[in-house]
C-alpha cells in the first residue's frame, strides 16, 4: 500500500522559535485514535498521548515508539544523583535551535523556562541562536556541548568534557547533558521527516 502524503497549503505556519506551545501536523497518516490497538496503546506508556498525531503515527511501529518513550522519560525525568531538569531541557531546547526543530525547541524551551524561571535567558537563545550568552557558565557550557555533539558526533572529545567539568559538573550531570542533547539531535529529524509545525488558533 503507497502512503498518501499530506500537503498543507493554509497551515499557519510559526515564522521564529518560541516558547509558546505550537500544534504538529504529519505528512503521513497517524493511526486514528479509536483504532489503536492494546498494544499500540501500551507503547504511548502514557494515555494521554493518544490525543496526539506525532505519537499515533509513531503507534505504527509499537516496538520501536515504546522503546523510544521510555528512553525520554528517563534521560528527562530520572533526576536521581544527576543534573537538574531545567539544564537537561537546555541540552535538548539548543539541540533543536541548532537543527532548526522549532516544534521540539518550543516544547523544551518552555520546560527550561518552567524548570528554572530563567525565562529572558531562555528566550535569548531561541532569538540569537546557540552562541547566545545565557548568563553563567554552566548554561553556556551545557549549550557548547550540546551543539558540539549535535554538529559532528564524532568531534565531540576531550575539550568539551573539560568545559563542563570547569562549570561544576560531575560523570552523572555530564553525561545526562550528553544523553539530552543525543536524544534530541536523534528526535529532532525524526520530527522534521514526519510532519511540520503549526501555530494554533488560538494564537492567531
Known amino acids: 500500500m503507497t502512503a498518501i502524503v499530506t500537503e498543507y497549503d493554509e497551515l499557519a505556519r510559526p515564522e521564529a522559535f518560541t516558547q509558546r506551545g505550537l500544534g504538529w501536523v504529519p505528512w503521513l497518516a497517524p493511526v486514528a485514535e479509536d483504532d489503536l ?16 498525531p506525532y505519537f499515533r503515527l509513531l503507534a505504527r511501529d509499537p516496538e520501536a515508539l515504546r522503546a523510544r518513550t521510555l528512553t525520554d522519560l528517563d534521560i528527562f525525568f530520572n533526576v536521581t544523583g544527576g543534573i537538574g531538569r531545567a539544564e537537561r531541557e537546555v ?35 531561541l532569538d540569537e541562536g546557540v552562541a547566545a550568552d545565557l548568563g553563567d557558565e554552566t548554561w553556556n557550557a551545557v549549550v557548547a556541548a550540546s551543539v558540539a555533539l549535535a554538529e559532528t558526533p564524532l568531534d565531540f572529545g576531550t575539550a568539551d568534557i573539560e568545559r563542563l567539568r570547569a562549570a561544576g559538573l560531575g560523570d552523572a ?32
Open 37 to 52: 490497538t492494546d498494544l499500540q496503546r501500551d507503547a504511548l506508556i502514557e494515555p494521554a498521548r493518544a490525543k496526539m
Open 91 to 125: 541540552a535538548a531546547a539548543a539541540t533543536s535551535r541548532l537543527n532548526g526543530c522549532i516544534f521540539c525547541a518550543s516544547v523544551h524551551a518552555a520546560a527550561a523556562t518552567r524548570e528554572s524561571g530563567r525565562e529572558a535567558d531562555v528566550q535569548r537563545l
Open 173 to 204: 550531570e555530564i553525561v545526562d547533558v550528553i544523553g539530552g542533547a543525543a536524544f534530541f539531535n536523534w528526535a529532532n529529524r525524526l520530527m522534521l521527516s514526519l510532519g511540520e509545525p503549526e501555530v494554533p488558533a488560538r494564537q492567531r
